[in-house]
């Protein structure tokens, strides 16, 4: 008779069950504030905000003009997309130059800026990125695009 007393009580249950419970939830609240602490998941570099005008003439050149936001070194700016180019592939730019609101380039086929697509300038259906990259190269980010359709 004890026998089946003792499979049908189940008193001790509801505590072992509570206090396994209380220490899950210890674990991933202590795991949480860790996280937080220690800044993890955090890339440590923010990515930098600026606005660009494009204006492009119908021809061969874009003008890309920094409108407002940060103040970014130009050699953390290169174009993408339909073209490969460098913000300091410019005369007036170099490494370590700021760009800032009012800087502009343009891109186009060498005549007036930077030569890009061998020469032909920008087409009227090309797409063009203003990409940043981190100063450690390990981030990036396309800031504004250009699609010429």
Request: hydrophobic share 40%; glycine share 12%.
């Amino acid at each position: 008779m004890q026998l089946k007393q003792l499979l049908s009580d189940d008193e001790g249950v509801s505590p072992v069950i509570g206090v396994i419970l209380m220490v899950a939830i210890t674990v991933i609240l202590a795991a949480v504030i860790a996280a937080f602490v220690l800044g993890l998941g955090d890339s440590g570099q923010d990515t930098p905000q600026m606005s660009f005008d494009f204006d492009y003439d119908g021809s061969t050149a874009l003008t890309i003009t920094a409108e407002s936001g940060d103040t970014i070194d130009a050699g953390q700016l290169s174009f993408s997309g339909d073209v490969d180019a460098a913000w300091t592939d410019s005369s007036d730019f170099s490494s370590g130059d700021n760009v800032n609101a009012g800087s502009s380039v343009i891109l186009d086929d060498g005549s007036n800026g930077i030569n890009v697509n061998s020469g032909s300038g920008v087409g009227s259906d090309n797409t063009v990125n203003v990409v940043w990259e981190s100063p450690d190269g390990d981030d990036s980010s396309i800031l504004a695009t250009f699609n010429g359709n």
